[in-house]
């Protein structure tokens, strides 16, 4: 079992970056895939990236493709959004999970994940 905690959120304006950054404890976190969701008071939980457990493969939402970037330490049992260029649009609660299994890969499908963290509130202000 893998536990999951994000930090880095807060209150940027429009135009602003922010590091987003998931430490995982537990287990290393070489053994899962990972991925970045985000949901925005009443709306469904929506995937934002998601990185292959060798970081080797990344996919990103078509909404944040360009702005946002995702990385992982597996030396460090980390994970990272960098997000540049924010909007208000991307104001929401971020979740950093993980996808425990032997084959399995970075899926855009917030049912796949195994273990989710408690979240970190990002504001973009216009």
């Known amino acids: 079992q893998v536990q999951l905690v994000e930090s880095g959120g807060g209150l940027v304006q429009a135009g602003g970056s922010l590091r987003l950054a998931c430490a995982a404890s537990?287990?290393?976190?070489?053994?899962?895939?990972m991925g970045w969701f985000r949901q925005a008071p009443g709306k469904e939980r929506e995937f934002v990236a998601t990185?292959?457990?060798?970081?080797?493969?990344?996919y990103y939402a078509d909404s944040v493709k360009g702005r946002f970037t995702i990385s992982r330490d597996n030396a460090k049992n980390t994970l990272s959004l960098q997000m540049n260029s924010l909007r208000p649009q991307d104001t929401a609660v971020y979740y950093c999970?993980?996808?425990?299994?032997?084959?399995?890969?970075?899926?855009?499908?917030?049912?796949?994940?195994?273990?989710w963290g408690q979240g970190t509130q990002v504001t973009v202000s216009s």
């Open positions: 999970a993980a996808r425990a299994g032997a084959f399995a890969g970075a899926s855009v499908y917030p049912n796949d994940y195994n273990y």
């Open positions: 990185i292959s457990r060798s970081g080797g493969t990344t």
């Open positions: 537990g287990r290393t976190v070489s053994n899962y895939a």
